[in-house]
């Protein structure tokens, strides 16, 4: 029962470089989120997808692409590494529709960008 | 001005205190009210949710919510040293779906 898996754990970059982090859940969510958490700004959503299919920008969409590869794994690239996107970023799933805020979070991938 | 405002700590306790946290926010049109918990080096994990106005208790935790003030509380009863973690507070709209607006989260330490 692992629940939402997130790999690398750990990842350092050079700017300009490109990276991938990927995102499994096997919870049955149908929606999926992405969020980066920096020191004093919290959580800041991505990209979500609200369903398998479907793929919508959040607040701090730039520099990042995902992708929703099926109902389980949902991506997110970086195509071209900048020090600002050194952070830990969460993938997050959660059942849509069901309104409640309940959304079950990986342990975190943590990314320097040098 | 963020939409969501907690204050970011630390607060430290002695074993046993009761702890209050807070949130405000300035979008009237949140209706769902979450407060998460994390631990170091981990995702965060919900505690409490609440739907519009009013009280919700859980065993040691009480969540409470006033729309009219755009403030939301959480408590916590005799707090043990497990209770330590970074509390985050978290909005959403109706019809959002999970689509969360965070605060910055409090750090928490209770003291032995």
């Known amino acids: 029962n692992a629940g939402v898996t997130q790999t690398p754990k750990f990842q350092v970059l050079k700017t300009g470089q490109s990276m991938t982090l990927q995102c499994a859940q096997d919870?049955?969510?149908?929606?999926m989120y992405w969020y980066r958490q920096d020191p004093g700004m919290g959580l800041r959503l991505i990209y979500y997808s609200a369903s398998e299919g479907t793929t919508d920008k959040g607040e701090v969409p730039n520099g990042y692409n995902v992708s929703r590869l099926n109902k389980r794994e949902f991506s997110l690239r970086l195509e071209s590494a900048a020090p600002s996107q050194t952070s830990v970023y969460f993938c997050?799933?959660?059942?849509?529709?069901?309104?409640?805020?309940?959304?079950?979070f990986g342990e975190g991938s943590r990314l320097t960008v040098l | 001005q963020k939409e969501v405002e907690q204050d970011p700590g630390p607060l430290s306790v002695p074993e046993g205190a009761i702890v209050s946290l807070n949130c405000t926010y300035s979008?009237?049109?949140?209706?769902?009210f979450m407060w998460y918990r994390q631990y170091s080096r981990k995702g965060p994990e919900l505690l409490m949710y609440?739907?519009?106005?009013g009280n919700k208790e859980d065993g040691r935790f009480t969540a409470q919510v006033d729309k009219s003030s755009k403030y939301i509380s959480l408590f916590i009863r005799d707090s043990q040293p497990s209770d330590s973690a970074t509390y985050l507070c978290?909005?959403?709209?109706?019809?959002?779906?999970?689509?969360?607006?965070f605060g910055t989260g409090t750090q928490l330490k209770v003291e032995l």
């Open positions: 997050a799933g959660g059942l849509a529709g069901k309104g409640t805020g309940e959304l079950f």
């Open positions: 978290a909005m959403s709209f109706t019809g959002g779906g999970n689509k969360l607006t």
């Open positions: 919870m049955n969510h149908n929606s």
């Open positions: 609440t739907y519009s106005s």
């Open positions: 979008n009237s049109a949140f209706q769902y």
